[in-house]
């Protein structure tokens, strides 16, 4: 098993469509929590981070962890054709300086017009 | 300000030659990641510095690859004697000491052996 499982998709939805996006993980020390979006052949944009359980929201992005399932969740709400990218979960277990990030493959996602 | 910026954006190399990427992270970071991301594979991490110094080296896939860093800022990621397998996209990413779940990534260097 590997410690973070995303589902790769595709997932197509129409504009204006709430967008739900999940990994699951495995190692119970996982703390950080983050979601990046990357456009195609682009670099990985960090979109928001959440530390241990709870929700997070940012304009049209909420971001929640429930770490007794070891699950997380990206939500999405009125999705736009610019939101159209690979979401990638990434989880760490501490803060400092050279902890790794610990990725899942990553969703691919279309918002049509 | 500015981001991290990464040099080639693109590399085709023939098989067996040696190959550098460059990377100069966000002003101020102190640390700096090297990733791998290869098609199917998510990102793999490879190797982390603190100033000049690497004291993670664990997720260098060979002895091929090495990375130095100089002056607390640039680092260089090479690859000798590459081989297909090494194809993909090179990702470097920088954070301060204490954030490291806040890592800034840049565009990336897409490696192509033929």
């Known amino acids: 098993q590997k410690e973070v499982e995303q589902d790769p998709g595709p997932l197509s939805v129409p504009e204006g469509a709430i967008v739900s996006l999940n990994c699951t993980y495995s190692n119970s020390a996982f703390q950080y929590f983050m979601w990046y979006r990357q456009y195609s052949r682009k670099g990985p944009e960090l979109l928001m981070y959440?530390?241990?359980?709870g929700n997070k929201e940012d304009g049209r992005f909420t971001a929640q962890v429930d770490k007794s399932s070891k699950y997380i969740s990206l939500f999405i709400r009125d999705s736009q054709p610019s939101d159209s990218a690979t979401y990638l979960c990434?989880?760490?277990?501490?803060?400092?300086?050279?902890?790794?990030?610990?990725f899942g493959k990553g969703t691919t996602l279309s918002v049509s017009s | 300000g500015a981001g991290v910026s990464q040099s080639p954006s693109n590399k085709v190399t023939e098989k067996g030659k040696d190959v550098e990427l460059r990377c100069d992270p966000i002003?101020?970071?102190?640390?700096l990641y090297w990733y791998r991301q290869s098609l199917g594979q998510g990102l793999e991490f490879l190797i982390y510095?603190?100033?000049?110094?690497?004291?993670?080296k664990s997720g260098l896939p060979s002895d091929r690859f090495s990375a130095e860093r100089t002056g607390g800022s640039v680092s260089t990621l090479t690859i000798q004697r590459t081989q297909q397998e090494d194809s993909a996209v090179y990702l470097c990413a920088s954070s301060t000491p204490h954030g490291s779940y806040e890592q800034y990534f840049g565009p990336g260097t897409r490696l192509t052996v033929t």
């Open positions: 510095f603190q100033g000049n110094s690497a004291p993670d």
């Open positions: 990434a989880m760490s277990a501490h803060s400092q300086a050279g902890t790794a990030l610990i």
């Open positions: 002003s101020g970071h102190t640390a």
């Open positions: 959440t530390y241990s359980s």
